[in-house]
Nanobody, 114 residues
Framework: QVQFVESGGGLVQPGGSLRLSCAAS????????MAWYRQAPGKQREIVAG???????NYADSVQGRFTISRDNARTTIDLEMRNLKPEDTAVYYC????????WGQGTQVTVSS
């Protein structure tokens, strides 16, 4: 099994930025395609950004051009840079493989509000 720990969330005003980070209990980031997901209150969890083992990326239409998924240079974390945040980005953000293949972590809360 693999445990994920997400961090970096917080309260930010509309138009602001945050950088989320995901660490895993085993270094799987070069074995699996990875993704960031989010779940807003009363809604289903959705994928927002994906990163393939080869470095390819893909994004949900709602975040295209505002979010960037990446691996850090040491390949020990998966990060999500979020810019021009909107109230509709408010959610708990999780990382997992693209499957997803493993249990969900606690996530990190992102709240966009003035």
């Amino acid at each position: 099994q693999v445990q994920f720990v997400e961090s970096g969330g917080g309260l930010v005003q509309p138009g602001g930025s945050l950088r989320l980070s995901c660490a895993a209990s085993r270094n799987i980031f070069m074995i699996y395609d990875m993704a960031w997901y989010r779940q807003a209150p009363g809604k289903q969890r959705e994928i927002v950004a994906g990163l393939t083992r080869g470095g390819g990326t893909n994004y949900a239409d709602s975040v295209q051009g505002r979010f960037t998924i990446s691996r850090d240079n040491a390949r020990t974390t998966i990060d999500l840079e979020m810019r021009n945040l909107k109230p509709e980005d408010t959610a708990v953000y999780y990382c997992n493989t693209g499957g997803p293949n493993f249990a969900w972590g606690q996530g990190t809360q992102v709240t966009v509000s003035s």
